[in-house]
């Protein structure tokens, strides 16, 4: 290898070396550990090699509750929350005057912590013998009886969550498709006036396309962030999720290993892999259909 050559790797060095020790040697650690059977945490040693682990992992009534609400979160919060940042980015895009102040306001969930947010949720929500909450004196005014969104029905539970976790993301999306409908040529939309074509016509055949890579990027992370859900549902829900039925994939990893159940690091690494096995699947599947989808 020549020196020029050499020069570059030498700076990326470091990197290499983070990445190393603080992503490929943990990933390697868990792969091992999930399948050592048995394995004692004091001691560092395990009764055998095998799959034992993700079997009873598979099998966990907690484990499968968890899958079931990691999937409904990611099923309904990633399409419908890039779906309505797209409708106010493009709103946000038309206005001329207080443009700025617009999106500062749509942006401020995101800076605000998630704790207190859940907090505000839980205190809109939540049914108590002295008061039914805010949203419920609202839905009393079109004659819906009162309804525990935190503690009574898992419907109700779920939107809380859904809702909770689209109001989160939200504002991160507007973000990044405003300025991606700001990059967008104008020349494209003055031509296209010009020639008479429709509003609609305008924003299949030339908004979209230009801002589709911006729209498959946030999709593709919504997806990422959704399936590693845990903060929001405690944020809401407090910590014993279990006990709600409204534990996710990665609130279960955790409790394995520090929760009621916890000291099972062979469980909650069968878990991990099973969580990124799912993360990796459906993430090549939206880049290739990102690669082959074009909008025309």
């Not at 899958?67 to 038309?94: D, E, H, M, Q, R």
């Amino acid at each position: 290898m020549r020196k020029d050559q050499l020069k570059p790797w030498l700076y990326l060095l470091p990197s290499l070396i983070f990445l190393g020790i603080f992503m490929v040697y943990p990933l390697f650690d868990v792969f091992v550990y999930s399948f050592e059977e048995g394995y004692n945490s004091a001691s560092q040693t395990s009764t055998g090699i095998g799959w034992f682990n993700y079997s009873y992992v598979l099998h966990d009534p907690f484990f499968l509750q968890a899958l079931k609400n990691t999937f409904i979160i990611v099923i309904i919060t990633v399409p419908v929350s890039t779906g309505v940042a797209l409708l106010i980015s493009l709103g946000l895009n038309s206005i001329k005057k207080l443009k700025d102040l617009f999106q500062t306001i749509f942006f401020l969930p995101y800076v605000t912590n998630t704790l207190a947010v859940g907090l505000v949720f839980m205190i809109m929500f939540k049914k108590t013998p002295y008061t039914d909450g805010f949203v419920n004196l609202i839905l009393s005014a079109f004659g819906v009886s009162p309804i525990d969104f935190i503690e009574g029905p898992y419907w109700a539970k779920i939107f809380v969550m859904c809702f909770y976790t689209i109001w989160i993301v939200m504002p991160f999306k507007i973000l990044i498709l405003t300025s991606a409908l700001a990059s967008v040529d104008e020349t494209y939309y003055k031509a296209a006036r010009v020639d008479g074509t429709s509003k609609l016509r305008i924003f299949t055949s030339i908004t979209l396309p230009m801002i589709s890579p911006m729209i498959f990027y946030l999709v593709i992370t919504g997806f990422i962030g959704a399936f590693k859900a845990y903060s929001d549902e405690v944020a809401v829900f407090g910590t014993d999720l279990n006990a709600a039925g409204m534990n996710t994939i990665v609130g279960y990893v955790y409790d394995m290993l520090y929760g009621d159940s916890g000291g099972y690091p062979s469980y909650a690494s069968a878990a991990a892999l099973i969580l990124f096995s799912i993360v990796l699947t459906i993430t090549v599947i939206n880049l290739l259909i990102s690669k082959k989808t074009s909008f025309k």
